[in-house]
């Protein structure tokens, strides 16, 4: 394993079940070297994910502070998903309190030391609103040419989870959206197109259970719970949205992957948030994102099983 080169990155998500699973993930791959863990409010009020965010470092072990981003989005008011991640944002499972304290950086600092210090180009996993990674961008242009890419959960190419054109994270920061896919810097976007089709079924996370180590029973919990509302929507299975976003980089062969010209509407009364694929290039822009669009479920479940399986005999 110590022969790999490793690819350093920044987590930066709202936690939330499924950035939580995301994150349990990206700790088990030997490919990557996490720089720092940042939080932006989305899921829940940014207190509550950063909490979150703190638990589940000390659950994983990884001796990295947690830097608080953005309270709200750059533009107008928050909006928040209580109903499918409860009133902590990250219901269901007790924690371990977190191991260290919160960063004195703020995210977006945080994120722009990690740029700033490191040999190698970074890719940002952003599993919730865009909003600290468009506050870098802005403030920080000398960095952009540090960043390898730009790995998002948000938007859907051919629909919407919050309005009928508008994905929940898109929706919550439509212009930091708007700002990451115009940056011309590659951003990879793991839209409802696949994460919809990244279900997880109640008898694949009972194999997670079934592996009987602190971390694996944890995340069979995380599933139990974001299942509760997921399912009254009528999904059969756990719609894991955010794994997506660090799964595809790992394992790209898993995946459909498609170049487009994408836009993020920003006015539409009935649309904004809304992911606008130009999918017969009418505009002849050049495409501006690598879109992935779907997956051999099966493949992905096995990795995800796998990843669990690597905290046996963990303690917490
Ligand atoms: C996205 O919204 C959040 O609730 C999830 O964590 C995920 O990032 C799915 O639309
Ligand atoms: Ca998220």
Redesign the pocket.
């Known amino acids: 394993m110590s022969d790999i080169k490793k690819r350093p990155v920044i987590l930066d998500g ?1 936690p ?1 079940h ?2 939580a699973i995301a994150w349990v993930l990206a700790a088990t791959c030997p490919e990557f070297d996490i720089k720092a863990i940042t939080t932006v409010a ?2 829940q009020t940014l207190e509550k994910v950063t909490y979150n965010a703190r638990r589940i470092a000390a659950l994983l072990h990884l001796d990295i502070e947690v830097a608080k981003g953005r309270n709200r989005p750059l533009c107008g008011d928050l909006i928040i ?1 209580p109903n ?2 409860g009133e902590t944002g990250l219901d269901g499972p007790k924690l371990p309190e977190p191991h260290l304290p919160l960063s004195s950086l703020s995210a977006i600092e945080m994120m722009a030391k990690v740029l700033r210090e490191s040999e190698e180009k970074v890719t940002i996993i952003s ?2 609103a865009q909003t600290n990674t468009a506050a870098l961008l802005i403030a920080h242009p000398e960095l952009h040419e540090k960043i390898e890419m730009i790995s998002t ?1 948000g938007g859907g190419l051919r629909n919407g ?1 919050w309005t009928a054109g508008a ?3 898109i929706l919550v920061d439509p212009e930091a959206a708007h700002i990451v896919a115009h940056s011309g810097l590659p951003v990879q976007m793991c839209g ?1 197109d696949v ?1 919809e089709k990244a279900l997880v079924y109640p008898e694949e996370w009972d194999r997670i259970r079934a592996l009987h180590n602190p971390v694996a029973e944890v995340v069979a919990g995380w599933f139990d719970f974001f299942f509760i509302h997921v399912s009254s929507l009528g999904w059969a299975g756990a719609t894991t ?2 794994p997506c976003a660090v799964m595809s980089l790992v394992h790209p062969e898993i995946f459909d992957i498609r170049d487009y010209y994408v836009d993020i509407e920003l006015n539409g009364k009935y649309t904004r948030g809304a992911t606008v694929a130009d999918f017969d290039n009418i505009s002849g822009n050049k495409p501006n994102m690598r879109c992935v669009v779907g997956l051999n479920r099966e493949k992905f479940v096995d990795y995800l099983v796998e990843a669990c399986s690597r905290f046996e005999g963990w303690e917490i």
């Open positions: 709202d939330g499924d950035d989305g899921n998903a499918f991640h599993t919730g959960m989870n994905e929940f994270n409802l994460t949205h955010d």
